[in-house]
């Protein structure tokens, strides 16, 4: 089948998405592909720049998720450097990577995808989103605004700033935590808990809303990749990686994430600027894997903190037997399990007197040619690998994004979605709606600029088996 | 020394002889913006931001250069003034690579400082992107050519203050650039002797510490006055913040 769509690259626009849809001779839908036409080049740009300089140049990377990268551009300069951080330190970077994923994740969940589940995605798109959810549950939509307030004020606490802050060095962190900072912190207890916990019930009750529709929301085999901490249980800074398949069988563990390449290949298409990451054994397509928060939950053994726990053994029973959460729709319960235990995690590391400490930065020099940092971002896992010269000028860099990982499975997820939905030639809104919230499940990166107004600059096209189009939606 | 009057901006003032007119103006606290200029470091009239109109002369002459005379009228800030600053910095911020975000010199920057004080909200001259150098040899400094204006301030200090004329410049026009030695690396200089003017004088983020992270290149500068004071005076007062 010829594809005759010619997109130019539209820069400085973070979001930008296309979706096609490919018809047979039949008039039936054969493939539906999620096209992300914005190039960045950071990558590329980034060479001939110091190492030090690489987590506040790649933080900008994104406005939603910068201390993800910063943290684990940082983790790539430790490792070049070769030395260990101050304990204060690295406690300070979980806090900030787990205030990451709280705001990241009450804004996935209560800004964007909540509207859909509390007023059906058959709603009139003029009030099915954050405005139209206040006017249904005030109280509702104010916890979610505040939850994640509460993820930001940690970030611009430890930071100085909300966004971008160049807090995170190779070596530890720039300034210490304050008593004063704590302390205010510990003020948003119990609310931002109870919150968590809400979110939680509300999703769950989304599941039995939604149960005729739940199986067509990206429900397919495919492995899950993810870090866990020594005793298996759920990480987000350290640990060591493991890949779980679709049946529950883990086959590979406690893989050194410093070899990452060693196992992901990612391959590229004539028609997406978003590379498709695979698992090398199995090659490209068949190595199809997600990460994010269901992986993370397919994957680890336990969750160290007690309600996330609890809530993590009734996530698993979503499966049947002998096989993990394979539906991207579980994706939304998962991540809110993740904000429960990133709130219980946040007390835990507040109540510990070493976060208080001041010796929060090493120093040394080049000590290895290469490093690789990573850690669980909001979306998914996050690596930076850099290769520098002897005097720490950056001579080749590779990221590999969680969105990416994430961009097979995207695929599929709309493509059962386009199935499922489309009969005729005609697209509806609610169809459109129901695909774009198929790629919400991931909450894909490239939303963030449009994460404010609730909606995606989509545009879905449907094009027969010549490639003519028959017909476009765009909005 | 014979003593000259002049106007400046309709006040009369006093100088000596021989004084610039940019001294008198700091002196008396009448603001004209610099970039190439240090006190204790000779003048060169390199970066031209402080021109000034003098009555009678169709030209614009630099502030820095140009010496008191009698009766001379000055005018240190106008329309025309202010939109040939403003044209120098958009020009200075077209010509290299200077990109405040995710510079060491962030919020501590003199080219910044400037661009805010003239007024420059954007740059109607096409950047170059010029393809441009980073010189990370030496041990504790690095020189980024893609943020240096060439104001040769680090030229000056290291040759008349710290006597080693590490530093000068090469090339002509738009190719001039900084370079160490007979255009050597840095790291590989014998003649540099670590002591770190260069960088504390440089006034935007091209000359820096390595390890340092965005917007943590705090420039030190109150060094020079104490040595210069030290070397004339023979009187050993640091003034911090200077």
């Given at each position: 089948m010829s594809n005759i769509i010619t997109i130019s690259p539209v820069s400085r626009i973070e979001g930008h998405a296309k979706i096609t849809i490919h018809l047979n001779s039949k008039g039936e839908v054969d493939d539906a592909r999620f096209h992300v036409n914005e190039f960045r080049g950071f990558e590329k740009f980034c060479e001939g720049r110091l190492l030090w300089e690489m987590p506040g140049l790649t933080s900008r990377i994104c406005g939603i998720c910068p201390a993800s990268h910063l943290v684990t551009s940082a983790k790539a300069g430790d490792d070049i450097l070769a030395i260990g951080i101050p304990e204060t330190a690295e406690k300070l970077r979980r806090m900030l990577t787990l205030a990451q994923w709280i705001q990241s994740h009450a804004l996935s969940f209560f800004h964007l995808s909540s509207p859909d589940f509390l007023l059906g995605f058959d709603a009139d798109p003029a009030v099915r989103n954050i405005f139209g959810l206040m006017q249904l549950d005030k109280d509702f939509a104010r916890r979610g605004i505040r939850l994640r307030k509460f993820g930001q004020q940690i970030i611009e606490f430890l930071?100085?700033?909300?966004?971008?802050?160049?807090?995170?060095?190779?070596?530890?962190?720039?300034e210490p935590f304050t008593k004063e900072e704590r302390d205010t912190l510990l003020e948003w207890f119990p609310e931002v808990k109870e919150t968590a916990l809400l979110a939680v019930d509300v999703i769950k009750k989304t599941h039995e809303k939604f149960h005729a529709e739940i199986p067509s929301f990206g429900n397919f085999h495919s492995l899950y990749v993810g870090l866990v901490g020594p005793k298996g249980e759920l990480e987000y800074y350290g640990g060591t990686l493991r890949i779980m398949d679709s049946a529950g069988n883990i086959i590979a563990d406690s893989i050194d994430p410093r070899d990452y390449y060693k196992h992901f290949g990612e391959a590229s298409e004539s028609w997406s600027y978003l590379k498709f990451p695979y698992y090398k054994p199995l090659g490209?397509?068949?190595?199809i894997y997600r990460v994010g928060p269901l992986a993370r939950l397919n994957i680890c053994d336990s969750i160290e903190t007690p309600l996330a726990e609890k809530e993590r053994r009734m996530f698993k029973l979503l499966a049947p037997k002998m096989e993990s959460v394979n539906n991207s729709f579980y994706y939304h319960y998962a991540r809110m399990i993740e904000t429960v235990f990133a709130v219980e995690k946040i007390e835990e590391l507040l109540h510990d007197p070493t976060i208080l400490g001041t010796h929060v930065r090493s120093k040394a020099e080049i000590n290895r040619l290469e490093g690789v940092g990573f850690a669980e971002a909001p979306r998914g896992t996050l690596f930076h690998h850099y290769n520098v010269d002897e005097n720490g000028v950056i001579q080749k860099v590779n990221m590999l994004i969680a969105t990416a990982q994430n961009n097979m499975a995207m695929n599929r997820t709309i493509k059962q979605i386009a199935m499922r939905f489309i009969d005729g030639k005609k697209i509806t809104e609610p169809i459109l709606n129901r695909v774009e919230a198929g790629i919400r499940c991931y909450d894909p990166c490239l939303s963030c600029s449009t994460h404010a107004a609730g909606q995606m600059p989509l545009e879905i096209q449907m094009l027969d088996s010549d490639g003519y189009l028959l017909d476009m939606v765009k909005r | 020394m014979a003593v000259k009057t002049l106007t400046i901006d309709g006040q009369q003032y006093s100088a000596q002889e021989g004084e610039s007119i940019l001294s008198v103006a700091r002196q008396h606290k009448i603001p004209i913006p610099t970039l190439c200029n240090l006190e204790g470091l000779s003048t060169v009239g390199a970066c031209r931001l402080c021109v000034v109109q003098i009555e009678g002369i169709p030209k614009l002459l630099p502030a820095c250069t140009t010496k008191v005379e009698e009766g001379m009228v000055v005018q240190t800030s106008n329309v025309k003034l202010n939109k040939y600053r403003r044209m120098i910095i958009a020009l200075l911020a077209s010509e290299g690579n200077h990109v405040c975000a995710v510079c060491v010199a962030n919020n501590h920057c003199e080219l910044q400082d400037l661009a805010y004080q003239v007024g420059l909200i954007r740059v109607r001259y096409p950047y170059l992107y010029p393809k441009k150098t980073l010189d990370a040899t030496h041990k504790e400094y690095v020189m980024d050519h893609?943020?240096?204006?060439?104001?040769?301030r680090c030229v000056r200090v290291c040759d008349e203050?710290?006597?080693?004329?590490v530093w000068d410049v090469a090339g002509r026009g738009i190719n001039c650039e900084i370079v160490t030695g007979l255009d050597a690396n840095w790291g590989n200089s014998e003649t540099c002797t670590s002591c770190g003017k260069c960088v504390m004088v440089c006034?935007?983020?091209?000359l820096f510490e390595k390890g340092?992270?965005?917007?943590?290149m705090e420039k030190k500068k109150g060094f020079l006055k104490y040595i210069i004071t030290a070397r004339q005076k023979k009187e050993w007062v640091y003034i911090a913040n200077d």
């Open positions: 930071g100085g700033r909300r966004i971008h802050t160049p807090w995170a060095v190779a070596g530890g962190v720039r490209y397509p068949k190595g | 893609n943020r240096c204006v060439l104001c040769t203050v710290e006597g080693a004329h006034p935007t983020g091209a340092a992270n965005i917007s943590e």
